[in-house]
């Protein structure tokens, strides 16, 4: 197990994590509830989130089945408000929900298309941000762990809308992590390179195909080893961290490896 079990970092606490019924928000939820965390399970879908959250109950986590779609401001706020109204309290958010609707040039891409993305991707964690600091102020501290990519930190050909959105992303937890630090609230962001999520199916093979061939661990990431980082970053083994982005991307670019 990637947590450390009943008595772990996040004995105790309570953590909403966006995007949670599969992919790297899944293995997130999961390791968080391994670590003692009363876990808020969240995606656009009901059913997913109380699938979800039956399959961890019957392991034996405390788990909190809230639908919300990140892209609704009323959303982020009911989500909020139903976790303190369950658990009295919230000391982590895991913003990972976002979307990558098209592969197309800047030039190619509508006006709809730019403002969804945006609105998924970057307002939707301004707004989250916005909830959640009152609780974590009033409890003395807290975390954010932002989930970006490697797509932030290079020229893509047919990722812009998704590319900008996670760039802004960054400085935006660098911003809050000044703002909040006073507040013993910590920002910190994971950008993961090529790992084997729903969102890499819409990638052309090859591509990933060449890029695992430029990166020296020459595999592809696994949901695990994200939320590995996202634990540490949630729990006190992370707390002089904030502001900071950690790549996990098998060292691809070291290599002029591509993104994902």
Known sequence: MIGQGRGGALQGKVAIVTGSTRGIGRATAEAFAQAGARVVISSRKSEACEDTCAEMRAQGHEVLSVPAHVGRAEEITRLVESTIAAFGRLDVVVCNAA????????????????????ETN???????????????????GGAMVLLSSTASLVGTVTEGPY??????????????????????????????????????????????????????????????????????FASDASRHLTGQLLVADGGGLLMGGASA
Do not use: C, Y
Request: charged share 25%.
């Open 122 to 140: 970057l307002t939707s964690v301004w707004r989250m941000s916005k909830a959640a600091f009152p609780h974590m102020a009033a409890r003395g």
């Open 99 to 118: 979307v990558n609707p098209v592969f197309a040039e800047l030039q190619d891409v509508t006006e709809d298309t730019w403002a969804k993305v945006m």
């Open 163 to 232: 590319a900008v959105s996670k760039a802004a992303e960054n400085h935006l937890a660098r911003q809050l992590a000044v703002q909040w630090g006073p507040k013993n609230i910590r920002v910190n962001i994971i950008a993961p390179g090529v790992t084997r999520t729903d969102m890499i199916r819409n990638h052309d093979p090859k591509m990933i195909a060449r890029a695992l061939e430029r990166t020296p661990l020459r595999r592809m990431g696994e949901p695990a080893d994200i939320a590995a980082i996202a634990l540490f």
